[in-house]
């Protein structure tokens, strides 16, 4: 299950709708914030004395080592290459990815990304045979239209 992070907005409007005397039930319906967070940020908004509004809780948790920007850069470079591995990514991005290890980077093309990993399908090769049948047939039908 994930969490919900409540934005500023959320706050505000939340706020807006409790001095507007709405009932805490229907702001939570309207909002689309749990109804518990909108019990604890009217009681942080009335502790605060009702003139500023409270501040978004801290996240929990280590916060993330790529930026959203660098991600976008990786992803870039994926989609026009679909063949590039990780370890391609981390060496071509030196000044992005220096500062983070070739598993990050792959969690990030995994997770973050939703890139998933294949390997190129094992085929036979062409034999003799079926190179000169091929040629055959080019010279058969190169003249036409």
């Known amino acids: 299950m994930s969490r919900r992070v409540t934005t500023r907005d959320d706050i505000a409007v939340v706020i807006a709708l409790y001095k507007a005397n709405h009932v805490l039930r229907e702001i939570s319906a309207q ?17 605060l004395g009702e003139d500023e509004l409270p501040a978004p809780l801290p996240k929990s948790g280590r916060p993330k080592l790529l930026s959203p ?3 976008k850069v ?19 991005n030196p000044r992005l990815l220096s500062h983070v290890s ?8 995994h997770d973050d990304l ?32």
Do not use: H, M
């Open 114 to 145: 939703g890139f998933k990993s294949f390997r190129a399908r094992r085929k036979p090769l062409l034999t003799k045979r079926q190179k000169e049948n091929r040629v055959k047939f080019c010279k058969k039908y190169e003249v036409w239209d």
């Open 69 to 71: 920007r660098t991600l």
């Open 74 to 92: 990786i992803s870039r470079q994926v989609r026009s290459n679909p063949s590039l591995t990780a370890r391609e990514v981390k060496e071509r």
């Open 102 to 109: 070739l598993r990050c980077v792959q969690q990030a093309l």
């Open 31 to 47: 909002t689309g914030v749990a109804l518990r967070v909108v019990q604890n940020l009217v009681k942080r908004f009335r502790d």
